[in-house]
């Protein structure tokens, strides 16, 4: 696995707003096939690097490269195009087509079809869609409105949706959020499989920490904007600054919080 | 100088009238979302009301009393009517919202007509402001100067209200999230009522303080309402100062563009309104509006392309149309003509506001080009008129081209609103710009060439050319591209990270729909055999609108219905009633309010229903009948 090649490199990313820095000088790589998590408190930076990344955000200073192109500044619809698939916190799907629609429509882009008035949709890489869905294990549910599916649900079709391209390298910002616990495991295991198989690069923010610690290779810890920890999980897991200043402070929480609630 | 100065000063009169009802309309709609269409029929409303009152009571307190009193009346009306039919609308789309207060409008303009008649109405001086001040050589008219005092002062009125007042408070946070004042144990009910109150109030009173400058008359509220729109989008909806700001900025604009530009003083605020929205699309002092929630109830019913069967039923009933030359007689087939052009109307607004989710407002202007794209081709270069028919929608197409591309930066009520002024822009030019179009008088005799002229041959022309425009839309929606442009419709964030450029798939669809409607003007131009710039005029615009919302907005082809339905029942009411606003402003309130799926989506919903319940419910309803037996 250390053989394979550096896939996204983020070099000294720095963004504020108003004085506040929101990120300031991170910097790390991550390989193809490689699974790493970004974890750290609320406010800790991590979605603003994540908007970076994905081309939302332009930052004030730094750099963000994938297999050696720049894509800094660049927006979100071109990064899809160099190779990025990506999931959002909350599912974003196309709720009045069809399971099958939402991965053609995916599919139509990544043919470069999207201005063919002509041609029916409906026989456009219908195989391809179908075979995109039974990876992700929703076959079954092809012909279904998507508007109707559970959520669980909707978030294996995002997946396949973010698969459509082929990508080299998955964004996926807190992919577990707002589902059940053993739907969360489910999901992390079907990406970590797909990841695996297709060497896809899969970079992820993570509030569940059974779930970072199961399936990362890797974790990045953040903190007010700076990178305090990086490193396996079991190293994470002893690091004592992490604990301190990220578990340690959940725990503050949690005590004030039972305080107030019994007052 | 004074010259200037006094134009100066008469434009600021002008504003105060015009703050009154821009504020009443924005804090309306900084509380409930709605932007109330209805407002100028209020303005007007409240001019009329005083009118009678300061006619009635004579003095100064007879004057001052009227006028106060006229604005309270209205406002009972206001809150009539937002208890009525605004309450049970706040939970629709904003789409729906627009058109049920532009059905009361239209039920207003026939109601002031029928109370106190057709003509202008001429108002007292104001008792105390009856004379005019001199200034170097030039005079004021006191009452101007007593507005220009006034429109401040209401400013200040209004930020103490909100400022100081625990009523006020309430307003404001309702305005920055609603719905957390409402978790937070505050009757919002109350609240929406008491804040519309005050907006009709508003905007009452700024009617009735026209009457010692202005005749009163019943097109007042049209105007009035599309420079208010002008004001709230230039000075950003929900905001009062804004309002203020942008009054001023439009009445000067409109004091000194009559002087400096005369062809083209209505088009010089549209203008500054443009680049407003294109460089702050949310105005001057308003804020960037929150994506637009799901609208609820939206179809989960996915759209399919037409079965083998419905199509051999399309088909039937086109044959069956087809066939009409045969039965009917002349009128009956010009009348079938028109509706067949509005069909192809309808159906052009309807790709992009159901497929493409843009409502637009202003519609009427690529109608309207592609009508006097014909009538210059014919009547100026002499073109055949195949040539003409196939090239006069070419206007619309470039209309749609330059307007479409500033429109689809925004969504929303702004799209509506900067569609609604583009057309506006349209009109203004063909009603100024006589020279080329004639202006009022419109370009006169543009007729069809003998293979078409007879009623049964244009009839036949118009149904095919609508039956092939339906079609070829039907293959749009269910193309990639029309995948793309749901995709956009459906979720912005979405599409944009599966690679999909949404403005340029809206701009595509913006072309598509205004060359279509480009389409549509140039058979009617030769249905009418003339032009006139109310080809391209707002009501025509909601016309269009009105038969989208009839037919069922969440539909493929509910507009062809819609069209069918909404023609034949106007043309009809026409020949029945003087009083077809009323009828039909009341019809539009009442599919808001009752159907808003519209007919064929209320048909489509049953079907489905049906469907559902007779496979899950035969198994036993067949074990029945066997124990039965």
């Known amino acids: 696995m250390s053989m394979a090649p550096t896939l996204l490199s983020v070099e000294d990313l720095t963004k504020s707003y108003g004085g506040v820095h929101a990120v300031r000088g991170v910097s790390f790589e991550l390989r193809a096939g490689e699974i790493l998590a970004l974890i750290g408190p609320n406010g800790a930076g991590k979605s603003t690097c994540f908007n970076v990344l994905n081309g939302q955000i332009i930052p004030d200073s730094g750099r963000v490269k994938l297999l050696g192109e720049d894509t800094t500044g660049k927006k979100p619809r071109v990064i899809w195009r160099m190779g990025v ?40 890489a219908r195989e ?87 399936h990362a290779d890797r974790i990045l810890v953040l903190n007010r904007g700076t990178l305090i920890a990086e490193g396996s999980p079991e190293e994470v897991r002893g690091n004592a600054q992490v604990r301190a200043i990220y578990l340690g402070e959940g725990l503050v929480y949690d005590a004030r919080h039972r305080e107030g609630a019994s007052a | 100088m004074a010259f200037y100065v006094v134009q100066f000063l008469t434009g600021l009169a002008s504003a105060a009238s015009l703050f009154l009802v821009a504020s009443g309309l924005s804090i309306i709609f900084g509380v409930t979302r709605i932007v109330n269409f209805a407002h100028g029929a209020f303005y007007m409303l409240g001019a009329y009301v005083a009118f009678t009152l300061t006619e009635r009571f004579s003095g100064a307190f007879g004057f001052w009393g009227g006028i106060v009193v006229a604005a309270l009346a209205v406002a009972a009306i206001g809150v009539l009517v937002e208890m009525v039919l605004l309450r049970r609308i706040y939970h629709s789309p904003e789409l729906f919202q627009l058109l049920a207060t532009f059905g009361l409008t239209l039920m207003v303009e026939d109601l002031v007509v029928l109370i106190w008649g057709p003509d202008d109405l001429v108002g007292r001086r104001a008792p105390g402001f009856k004379g005019a001040i001199d200034f170097f050589g030039q005079n004021i008219p006191s009452y101007d100067l007593f507005l220009i005092v006034l429109g401040p002062v209401v400013l200040g009125v209004l930020w103490l209200l909100f400022q100081r007042t625990r009523w006020g408070v309430l307003v404001r946070a309702a305005t920055q999230d609603r719905d957390m004042v409402a978790a937070l144990g505050v009757n919002q009910k109350w609240l929406f009522t008491s804040v519309f109150a005050l907006g009709v109030f508003l905007a009452a009173l700024g009617g009735a303080l026209q009457i010692p400058r202005d005749a009163v008359n019943h097109a007042m509220d049209l105007r009035v309402i599309v420079e208010v729109f002008v004001v709230v989008v230039i000075g950003g909806l929900g905001s009062i100062i804004g309002a203020f700001v942008a009054a001023v900025l439009v009445s000067e604009l409109n004091a000194f563009g009559i002087l400096i530009f005369p062809k083209i003083s209505i088009i010089l605020v549209f203008l500054v309104m443009a680049v407003v929205l294109i460089v702050r699309p949310w105005g001057l002092f308003g804020k960037p509006e929150a994506p637009v929630r799901r609208t609820p109830g939206l ?80 009547k100026m270069a002499g073109l055949p008129m195949i040539a003409c028919l196939l090239l006069g929608p070419l206007l619309g197409l470039l209309g749609a081209a330059v307007f479409g591309f500033f429109a689809v930066q925004l969504s929303g009520v702004y799209f509506a609103m900067l569609t609604l002024a583009f057309a506006q822009i349209v009109w203004s030019i063909a009603f100024q710009w006589v020279s080329v179009t004639g202006g009022d008088n419109g370009i006169l005799g543009v007729w069809p060439e003998k293979w078409a002229a007879s009623p049964s041959h244009f009839y036949w022309l118009s149904l095919g050319i609508a039956a092939l425009a339906v079609v070829i839309l039907r293959i749009i929606v269910f193309s990639p591209f029309g995948f793309a442009l749901r995709a956009t419709r459906d979720s912005p964030l979405r599409s944009e990270a599966v690679g999909i450029n949404g403005k340029r798939i809206q701009w595509t669809a913006f072309v598509i729909a205004g060359t279509v409607a480009g389409l549509a003007g140039a058979l009617f131009a030769y249905l009418k055999g003339s032009v006139f710039p109310d080809n391209m005029g707002i009501s025509l615009s909601v016309d269009a609108l009105v038969m989208v919302l009839l037919g069922g907005v969440e539909t493929v082809s509910g507009a062809v219905v819609g069209a069918i339905v909404y023609k034949a029942l106007n043309i009809w009411l026409v020949s029945q009633t003087d009083w077809s606003k009323l009828v039909l402003g009341a019809f539009v309130v009442l599919i808001v309010v009752a159907f808003p799926k519209g007919i064929v989506g209320t048909l489509e919903a049953f079907l489905h229903r049906r469907r559902k319940s007779s496979s899950s419910a035969s198994p036993v309803l067949t074990s029945r009948i066997e124990t039965a037996e």
């Open chain 2, 299 to 378: 179809t989960v019913n996915p759209w399919r392309p037409l079965t083998a069967n419905e199509r051999l039923a399309a088909i039937a009933v086109l044959v069956v149309a087809a066939a009409l030359p045969f039965v009917a007689g002349n009128y009956v087939l010009t009348v079938g003509s028109e509706i067949a052009i509005f069909v192809i109307f309808a159906v052009s607004l309807h790709f992009l506001m159901s497929v493409g989710g843009l409502a637009s407002f202003g519609h009427a202007a690529y109608f309207g080009l592609g009508a006097y794209g014909v009538a210059l081709l014919a």
């Open chain 1, 85 to 124: 698939g990506r999931t959002f916190q909350i599912a974003a799907t196309f709720p009045t087509m069809t399971v099958r629609e939402n991965v053609q429509v995916a599919l139509v882009s990544h043919g470069g079809q999207l201005f063919n008035l002509w041609a029916s949709t409906a026989r456009h």
């Open chain 1, 128 to 214: 391809e869609a179908g075979r995109l869905l039974d990876l992700v294990g929703m076959g079954a549910y092809a012909e279904r409105p998507c508007g109707e599916l559970a959520y669980g649900d909707v978030k294996r079709l995002e997946l396949a949706i973010a698969l459509a391209n082929q990508p080299k390298l998955l964004l996926m910002d807190e992919p577990t959020a707002g589902m059940a616990p053993r739907e969360r495991v489910e999901l992390m295991r079907l990406t970590a499989r797909i990841a695996r198989e297709q060497s896809i690069g899969v970079l992820f923010t993570e509030h569940d920490m059974d779930v970072v610690f199961e």
